[in-house]
């Protein structure tokens, strides 16, 4: 890899990690307190298991991300907007849900967000197909993360 590929490597890989790391902030402060108290449903994961999947999650997304940016398409503007819309989202989900302490909102938060990250991935895969399929895991774990979300809105009203 050239030297400004390696930059753009690391910068797209460190871009996600830095949004996560934002909205974990408000997740930080909250798991052992109010996430802590509440009931949860029988197929919540332990605790210890969301920080590696999301740290996983965030490296797929910059690898993709690369993917992006280093493509000559003329799509990539459009699909990196896409991109960026569902990050923002994804660190407000964060805020919302451990931050403020919203289940119903950020239930309703993640719907948009998993709108947008669908939409990114049609987006990328019209550009780069790997790119595309890096972020079906993503998609995956915020599927099941919306159904968490709802189950604990809806066991703690």
């Given amino acids: 890899m050239k030297k400004n590929k390696i930059i753009l490597f690391i910068i797209s890989i460190l871009i996600p990690q830095v949004i996560g790391f ?13 996430y802590k108290d509440l009931v949860k449903p029988s197929f919540a994961p332990p605790n210890w298991l969301f920080m590696p999947a999301w740290l996983f999650l965030y490296f797929l997304m910059g690898v993709a991300l690369f993917l992006i940016l280093k493509s000559q398409s003329e799509k990539k503007k459009m699909a990196l907007s896409f991109f960026s819309t569902q990050l923002i989202l994804n660190m407000f989900w964060s805020i919302i849900f451990f931050g403020l302490h919203q289940p119903l909102f950020a239930f309703i938060e993640i719907i948009i967000l998993w709108i947008f990250i669908l939409l990114t991935i049609i987006k990328f895969y019209k550009i780069d197909r790997q790119a595309a399929l890096l972020l079906i895991p993503y998609q995956i774990w915020v599927t099941f993360a919306s ?10 009203k």
């Fill in 22 to 34: 934002i909205g974990g902030i408000s997740t930080a402060s909250s798991v052992q307190g109010w």
């Fill in 147 to 156: 159904v968490l979300n709802f189950a604990l809105f809806y066991l703690n």
